[in-house]
């Protein structure tokens, strides 16, 4: 069946520094493809989404590129704040909503 | 206007009792979900419905009953709730169910004692 890979965490970083989560997928078809955040005590909140091959999604200065030819949408960013503290979850869509277990992601002032 | 709400937010009982989560949304969606996240943030979905139909019923045991009375509502109902049962349990909606992304509540914490 799909399913999505996403490097484990937990990641801690200091402010201003480079982020990139590691997510890798298994689909049958040409799924859609999103990056969702949890910060603590809240909802998934979609972050970013790519419908086909080679779409970049973006929002909030991250970005994840829709890669067909190495299954993989990693996520990034180029300077991380304390307030980008969350966890962070891969997910695909094909005709059911599968993520990743979520990598847990703390920014250090 | 929240788009998806689910309540109560917090639910602690004892074990082998009955409770239910309830969930509206009013972003006109068609399909509705409920995932289950365990301690280590995994999330697992549970159901999946449909204009009202059930399309998606993983393994879950059979002490949970999801109803749809409408396309807007979503509720979760536990018989005998053990201590395994504790999580956070997410209602969510999308508008169909190829391809589209899907809003999520605020989740509702259970706690078995």
């Known amino acids: 069946g799909n399913s999505v890979t996403q490097m484990e965490g937990p990641v801690t970083l200091s402010e201003e520094a480079f982020l990139t989560i590691n997510c890798t997928y298994t689909a049958t078809g040409y799924p859609s493809l999103f990056w969702y955040v949890q910060y603590p005590g809240e909802g998934l909140q979609l972050l970013l989404k790519?419908?086909?091959?080679?779409d970049k999604g973006s929002n909030k200065g991250f970005e994840a590129t829709y890669r067909k030819e190495t299954t993989s949408f990693h996520l990034e960013k180029g300077s991380v704040q304390v307030s980008d503290s969350a966890v962070y979850f891969c997910a695909l869509n094909d005709y059911k909503l599968s993520f990743g277990a979520g990598t847990t992601v703390t920014v250090r002032a | 206007d929240t788009a998806v709400s689910q309540t109560p937010k917090y639910l602690v009982t004892q074990m082998g009792n009955d409770k239910s989560i309830k969930c509206e949304q009013n972003?006109?969606?068609?399909?509705m979900y409920w995932y289950k996240q365990d301690s280590k943030k995994f999330l697992k979905i549970m159901f999946s419905y449909n204009n009202k139909e059930l399309i998606i019923n993983e393994t879950v045991p059979n002490r949970f009953s999801p109803k749809s009375p409408d396309k807007a509502h979503l509720n979760l109902h536990i018989n005998s709730l053990e201590l395994g049962d504790s999580a956070v349990y997410f209602c969510?909606?999308?508008?169909?169910?190829?391809?589209?992304?899907?809003?999520f509540g605020q989740g509702t914490r259970l706690t078995v004692v």
């Open positions: 972003l006109g969606h068609d399909t």
């Open positions: 969510a909606s999308s508008l169909g169910t190829v391809n589209t992304e899907a809003f």
């Open positions: 790519a419908t086909k091959a080679d």
